[in-house]
């Protein structure tokens, strides 16, 4: 018999592999869900992000032989650039269907693994690198700690396990939710986030950033800044691309002046877990 946080393990990863098998990875007029929902930028954002893609590479250096990508979805540009530094290369994710935009993005070479990051089919040691970027905060709060238990495992001594998490400390959410009050308040048309249609609920939860400390057994853990807001902060908060460009100039010179301050503040930090 099931016991109730099994149960609800398996329910939560069940509606989140729904929510891509059916909607996130599901493309309509060119644009999947995901696109649709998550990655509406202004045009100022591109080549800020630019720089956030660097950083975040440069994490991986020196490179080494394997890589594992964890909640690969549907293989980002990022990713693939990312992947292309490795001669070898797994993906894993609980969605078939980003497994198959995995396969079309890198072929054959690619070793698909149609499994959960709480239990992947590999043995200890295997990879030099895990990349799990947007993956970990929809698991079960209770269980995002033995999902990194795992990426450590399936890590090589002095390997690095670099995760995109979320930060809930980040005031930018809260800063979106008064602009959208504002703008309501003043009678003026409201730059709501995106409405993506008839999209359906996606598990969300996440941890303070102290959290993070629980794996300094293990590992070296460090934090630098990833995005400094998501899409749907930039649409409530950023209602121009002058003010966007603004903005997006002002959180660069911010990441690189004070790398530190910035890991603590931004919507999304890279965290970096060395195992020793
Ligand atoms: C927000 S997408 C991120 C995709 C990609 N890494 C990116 O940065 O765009 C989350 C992905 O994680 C996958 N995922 C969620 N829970 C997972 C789990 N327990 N094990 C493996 N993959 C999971 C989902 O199926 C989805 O493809």
Redesign the pocket.
């Known amino acids: 018999m099931q016991d109730v946080s099994d149960r609800k393990t398996s329910n939560v990863?069940s509606s989140?592999?729904d929510f891509?098998d059916t909607y996130?990875?599901v493309e309509v007029d060119g644009a999947s869900g995901?696109d649709r929902s998550?990655r509406v930028f202004r045009p100022a954002y591109e080549s800020y992000h630019r720089a956030v893609e660097r950083r975040t590479q440069a994490v991986f250096q020196p490179f080494g032989d394997s890589l594992l990508?964890?909640?690969?979805?549907?293989?980002?540009d990022?990713?693939v650039r990312l992947a292309r530094n490795y001669p070898e290369i797994a993906c894993?994710?609980?969605?078939a269907r980003?497994l198959d935009r995995a396969r079309e993005k890198l072929g054959p070479p690619a070793e698909l693994l149609e499994?959960?990051?709480?239990e992947l089919p590999v043995p200890d040691n295997r990879f030099d690198a895990v990349f799990?970027?947007?993956?970990i905060y929809?698991?079960v709060i209770d269980l995002q700690e033995k999902?990194i238990a795992e990426l450590i495992r399936v890590t090589k001594p002095g390997g690095r396990i670099v995760v995109?998490a979320s930060n809930p400390g980040s005031p930018f959410r809260f800063f979106a939710g008064l602009a959208l009050r504002l703008q309501k308040l003043f009678g003026g048309k409201a730059s709501t986030p995106q409405a993506a249609g008839d999209k359906p609920a996606l598990y969300f939860a996440r941890h303070p950033l102290k959290w993070w400390r629980r794996f300094e057994d293990r590992c070296g853990v460090e934090m630098q800044p990833w995005d400094v807001i998501g899409s749907l902060e930039e649409q409530a908060m950023l209602p121009s691309d002058r003010l966007a460009s603004a903005f997006y100039r002002f959180a660069a010179w911010f990441e690189k002046t004070a790398p530190g301050l910035a890991a603590r503040l931004w919507q999304y930090p890279i965290v970096i877990l060395t195992k020793r």
Not at 69 to 76: F, L, S
Request: glycine share 8%; with cysteine; aromatic share 8%.
């Open positions: 990863e989140v592999r891509y996130g990875w995901e998550f990508i964890a909640g690969c979805g549907d293989m980002p990022s990713h894993a994710d609980i969605s980003a499994a959960s990051i709480l799990c970027a947007h993956v929809h698991i999902a995109i």
